[in-house]
């Protein structure tokens, strides 16, 4: 039976500035997060890689334009490196920015690809992060005014737009879990920040309805569905309390207008609620989007707590739940992530019943393998286990839209493959493979596959 999607169906792939464009020397750019810790934490990346090994998209971006266009993309999602196009964080704007990223709107455009251009993809400029980053309310005027900037310079050709990748990543892996600068562990810092992101989004939000532009606003979601061991009440309180923090704590704000009242609860009762203003409250109940990118790559398996928290320990939502270890799990071991394809109905389904089923696509989807050097045969990666792993979201993802769920598009993480955060190139995830010493970029299997599949509208 063949699995056919719609016409009209976004196919295509998602990166971002920082893991794609690479740094050059003269070009303007100011400092990110990322530029800064991948030097002065160096040990805490794969193979001490920086920023500046990255996949120089900056350089290459019009070949890499025709190579998105030979698979047959007919979308493809960036993000626009804040540091780079205003390297202070506020004020003057890098001439040279502003011709690189109009270099490929045009481009992308001129070659039948829709740009989806995302603000903000984990990389505060480190001027504003020396402030405090997203815990300074100032930053969230200075990401008001960024925003409003790109959506001036290119509103005119960028038709989907979105204020955030992953809100909530800033949040706990840079100031509860210790895994992205500024490796801080507080869960309440962690909840203001996470507060003042979707603060910062609402505000964006404002501004581009003020501005009247003729296109879609959104957010990119990462959605982690949770399943409990088992039915048995303690479980299902743990799976209750895992979503109730890294799902609805965020989703809810986005899509619904407000917290939900249990979190606020727990919060209260741990001492861990953040400042949250009247102001606040009014903002983002009157905020809404067109479209949600929604990131998908594993589920979320809890179990009842085995043991007390330290009472000596900082809060985390992990004082409620244990992972649980499923026996059988399917794993991607170079990751150490289970595969579950069914996970993306799931979040489908959640998205159509609880979330008004608002109009939403794939913004992320893809599987990074360690050591794809020895599936390269006759010059070509055989990654057939990327296939099959497309193959097997998308016809969980097709008997969504079946069933009524308003999917508008899929995206693969990611076109070529980039510089992850703290893996570098340990992982490779891309239709197209990079050759760390040449810079050639060759396509994949997988890359031939997902042509011919978007030209005949799915696959058998």
């Known amino acids: 039976?063949?699995?056919?999607?719609?016409?009209?169906?976004?196919?295509?792939?998602?990166?971002?500035?920082?893991?794609?464009?690479?740094?050059?020397?003269?070009?303007?750019?100011?400092?990110?997060?990322?530029?800064?810790?991948?030097?002065?934490?160096?040990?805490?990346?794969?193979?001490?890689?920086?920023?500046?090994?990255?996949?120089?998209?900056?350089?290459?971006?019009?070949?890499?334009?025709q190579k998105m266009q030979d698979i047959s993309f007919n979308s493809f999602r960036t993000s626009i490196s804040w540091s780079r196009l205003i390297?202070?964080?506020?004020?003057?704007?890098?001439?040279?920015?502003?011709?690189?990223?109009?270099?490929?709107?045009?481009?992308?455009?001129?070659?039948?690809?829709?740009?989806?251009?995302?603000?903000?993809?984990?990389d505060m400029p480190m001027v504003l992060q020396e402030k405090g980053g997203f815990e300074?309310?100032?930053?969230?005027?200075?990401?008001?005014?960024?925003?409003?900037?790109?959506?001036?310079?290119?509103?005119?050709?960028?038709?989907?737009?979105?204020?955030?990748?992953?809100?909530?990543?800033p949040a706990e892996a840079g100031y509860l879990h210790d895994r992205h600068?500024?490796?801080?562990?507080?869960?309440?810092?962690?909840?203001?920040?996470?507060?003042?992101?979707?603060?910062?989004?609402?505000?964006?939000?404002?501004?581009?309805?003020?501005?009247?532009l003729a296109g879609k606003i959104g957010i990119i979601m990462d959605v982690i569905p949770v399943y409990p061991r088992s039915q048995n009440p303690a479980d299902l309180y743990a799976a209750e309390m895992a979503?109730?923090?890294?799902?609805?704590?965020?989703?809810?704000?986005?899509?619904?207008?407000?917290?939900?009242?249990?979190?606020?609860?727990?919060?209260?009762?741990?001492?861990?609620?953040?400042?949250?203003?009247?102001?606040?409250i009014q903002l983002i109940a009157t905020t809404s989007i067109d479209l949600l990118g929604i990131n998908y790559y594993r589920p979320r398996r809890v179990k009842a707590k085995e043991c007390l928290p330290n009472p000596q320990g900082v809060f985390s939502p992990e004082w409620f739940f244990d992972e649980y270890v499923?026996?059988?799990?399917?794993?991607?071991?170079?990751?150490?992530?289970?595969?579950?394809?069914?996970?993306i109905y799931d979040i489908a389904k959640k998205i159509q019943t609880e979330y008004g089923n608002i109009d939403w696509f794939v913004s992320e989807n893809g599987i990074g393998i360690e050591g794809e050097e020895a599936f390269i045969e006759e010059g070509i990666v055989q990654d057939d286990y990327r296939i099959d792993f497309l193959k097997e979201h998308l016809m969980y993802l097709n008997?969504?839209?079946?069933?009524?769920?308003?999917?508008?598009?899929?995206?693969?993480?990611?076109?070529?493959?980039?510089?992850?955060?703290?893996?570098?190139?340990?992982?490779?995830y891309g239709f197209y493979r990079l050759d760390l010493s040449t810079g050639a970029k060759t396509v994949k299997k997988s890359g031939l596959w997902f042509k011919e599949m978007i030209e005949n509208n799915g696959f058998d």
């Open 243 to 280: 979503d109730l923090f890294y799902t609805k704590s965020v989703n809810d704000a986005i899509l619904k207008g407000k917290y939900p009242e249990r979190l606020r609860e727990v919060l209260e009762e741990y001492d861990q609620l953040p400042e949250v203003t009247e102001t606040d």
């Open 399 to 428: 008997q969504a839209m079946d069933e009524g769920s308003n999917c508008l598009g899929y995206h693969m993480w990611t076109f070529v493959d980039c510089w992850s955060w703290g893996n570098a190139y340990k992982n490779r």
């Open 136 to 169: 300074n309310k100032e930053v969230i005027e200075a990401y008001k005014q960024y925003a409003k900037t790109c959506f001036e310079l290119f509103g005119d050709r960028v038709k989907y737009w979105f204020t955030f990748n992953e809100p909530m990543i």
């Open 87 to 122: 390297p202070n964080g506020t004020g003057k704007v890098n001439s040279e920015a502003v011709q690189f990223y109009n270099n490929v709107i045009d481009e992308l455009i001129a070659n039948k690809v829709e740009p989806f251009i995302n603000l903000y993809h984990f």
């Open 326 to 343: 499923m026996p059988g799990r399917r794993m991607n071991t170079s990751r150490g992530i289970e595969i579950y394809p069914k996970g």
């Open 1 to 65: 039976m063949k699995v056919e999607f719609p016409k009209t169906f976004f196919w295509g792939a998602a990166s971002s500035a920082t893991q794609a464009e690479g740094r050059v020397v003269g070009d303007g750019k100011g400092e990110n997060i990322w530029d800064y810790a991948s030097k002065e934490y160096n040990h805490r990346f794969y193979d001490g890689v920086t920023t500046e090994n990255t996949s120089l998209f900056y350089r290459d971006h019009q070949q890499d334009i």
């Open 181 to 212: 600068y500024p490796y801080v562990v507080d869960f309440k810092r962690a909840a203001t920040v996470l507060h003042n992101i979707i603060l910062a989004h609402c505000e964006a939000v404002k501004v581009y309805r003020e501005m009247k």
